[in-house]
């Protein structure tokens, strides 16, 4: 029984042994692993703290809008970046925030890029649907997009040096007819009439000048789409009536509208479609 007794103990203390020494290689281990860890994030630092990641000039940034490629001169111009700067340092996401405060730049993705060391720029850009004119000015107050952002002429053209100015024009103060632009935009771009400048300076009347003539839709209302399918259903009345003797077509009420003539002696015709 004694000898029963001094064999378990043997094992006992050999299997005691055997898990010290197996604590001792997993401190060893972690002691590797911990000094392999910093050994390489010293070594990404030193790295990232050479003079080569920095940006100096516009030069090391790339900016496209689609497929094309931006001016250094354009660059400048969009961004606020003092140089030189340590390529560690600047912020893609703020940049891209500050691009889209720009009234021509919808959308910005901004990311470093390591070789060589610089910046990728992409830009949306917004794309003018119409020319603001000031009823008071012969120059245009800018350009507006679908959603009515106003765009200053100089700079889209910074941007776009070669633009194509939309045919469409709105007459009047922004102001007052922002808060509705991107409905009355959405409505008349359906419209197979053309439509060559949209008068907004009347809250109480808007006057579109058209290819049928000028057209009165009185307040802007949910009523703008009805109004403009039955504009188009008008066209049929070029076989009736010579178009330059219109003076003006009143659509206030699309479910009876109303042709008023340039002659005196000739009283409105109710045209019902």
């Not at 203390?13 to 994030?41: D, M, V």
């Not at 679908?146 to 941007?159: D, F, Q, T």
């Not at 409905?183 to 771009?189: H, P, R, T, V």
Request: glycine share 4%.
């Amino acid at each position: 029984m004694a000898g029963i007794v001094s064999v378990s103990q043997k094992d006992l203390a050999q299997r005691r042994q055997k898990i010290r020494r197996q604590r001792q290689i997993k401190i060893i281990q972690a002691l590797w692993r911990t000094a392999a860890i910093s050994g390489l994030a010293g070594g990404l630092l030193w790295v990232a703290l050479q003079p080569i990641w920095v940006l100096n000039a516009p030069k090391q940034i790339e900016m496209k809008s689609g497929d094309k490629l931006l001016s250094e001169a354009t660059i400048e111009s969009l961004l606020v970046i003092s140089y030189p700067q340590s390529l560690w340092r600047i912020q893609p996401n703020a940049i891209a925030n500050s691009l889209k405060q720009q009234p021509t730049i919808a959308q910005a993705t901004v990311n470093r890029r390591l070789f060589p060391p610089g910046l990728n720029i992409k830009i949306e850009e917004r794309v003018p649907v119409a020319i603001a004119q000031s009823p008071k000015k012969q120059s245009p107050a800018g350009l507006l997009d679908a959603s009515g952002v106003l765009i200053p002429l100089e700079k889209y053209k910074l941007v776009n040096p070669n633009i194509k100015l939309p045919s469409l024009k709105v007459v009047g103060s922004p102001e007052q007819y922002r808060s509705s632009w991107s409905q009355i935009y959405a409505a008349l771009s359906q419209s197979p009439v053309k439509i060559m400048q949209i008068d907004c300076q009347d809250p109480t009347n808007l006057i579109l000048k058209t290819e049928l003539g000028n057209v009165h839709l009185g307040a802007f209302s949910p009523q703008l789409t009805e109004q403009i399918k039955v504009l188009a259903q008008m066209r049929s009345l070029s076989a009736k009536m010579d178009f330059s003797q219109i003076k003006y077509i009143d659509l206030k009420n699309p479910a009876s509208p109303l042709v008023h003539l340039n002659q005196t002696n000739k009283k409105p015709n109710s045209q019902n479609s």
